[in-house]
């Protein structure tokens, strides 16, 4: 199975996340998701995956989460996808699909549990050396 890392290139944990899968030795697919957007489908399935549920997905720092009403009990998995396919910010990120798992990678660390051949130290974008 490829690596896939849903990937936002404006976000430092998912900078840190590809460049901690590309310092293993591995080339992941690369899929910016804000420019190509998400399908019910593929977010059922990450979720699934993971091990989550849909609403672990929900990031609600600048996004409109809030707003439209997804941080409030009882709202449906239904109504999260329909909100996460019409604004892909909303899904939290990075989002790492192996072999191995999927993992919603925040902190980006946790990609170190999907790895074949993790880095042993590794230093982030803020200077931060984790290990694996």
Known sequence: MTMTIYH?????TSRNTLAMIRASGEEPVVVEYLKVGW???LLRSLADRAGEPLRALIRD????AAELG????????DAILEAMVA???IVNRPIVATARGV?????SERVFDLLDNPVRGFTKEDGE????
Do not use: F, I, M, Y
Request: aromatic fraction near 0%; charge should be negative; glycine fraction near 10%.
């Open 87 to 89: 604004h892909p910010v």
């Open 61 to 64: 720092k600048g996004t409109p």
């Open 70 to 77: 997804l941080l409030d009990e009882g709202v449906s998995d």
């Open 129 to 132: 050396r984790v290990q694996a």
């Open 103 to 107: 993992k919603l990678c925040r902190p």
């Open 39 to 41: 399908t019910p489908e």
């Open 8 to 12: 936002n290139p404006d976000c430092g």
